[in-house]
Nanobody, 115 residues
């Protein structure tokens, strides 16, 4: 069992930055592909960014060049650095961990981009 705890969400003005963190329990964090998803009101959950156990990254077109995903296997933590935030980035952001048949989700953290 893996528990994921997100933090770092909040209210930020357009053009601002936030860094989300996701701390994972368990000793085999390094095997998991980690990802951030988001869900805006009335919309489906969508993939924002992912990072494989080998460090390969993938981004949604809407966040390329603005968001950066990274991981620290020693700290069992994955990060999402979000720059140049836009109102359309407003959503609940969820951390996800996948490995073979295992698929875990965090509880989500709210990000609101508004002036």
């Amino acid at each position: 069992q893996v528990q994921l705890v997100e933090s770092g969400g909040g209210l930020v003005q357009p053009g601002g930055s936030l860094r989300l963190s996701c701390a994972a329990s368990g000793s085999i964090f390094r095997f998991y592909t980690m990802a951030w998803y988001r869900q805006a009101p009335g919309k489906q959950r969508e993939l924002v960014a992912s990072i494989s156990n080998g460090g390969r990254t993938n981004y949604a077109d809407s966040v390329k060049g603005r968001f950066t995903i990274s991981r620290d296997n020693a700290e069992n933590t994955v990060y999402l650095q979000m720059n140049s935030l836009k109102p359309e980035d407003t959503a609940v952001y969820y951390c996800n961990a996948k490995w073979v048949m295992y698929d875990y989700w965090g509880q989500g953290t709210q990000v609101t981009v508004s002036s």
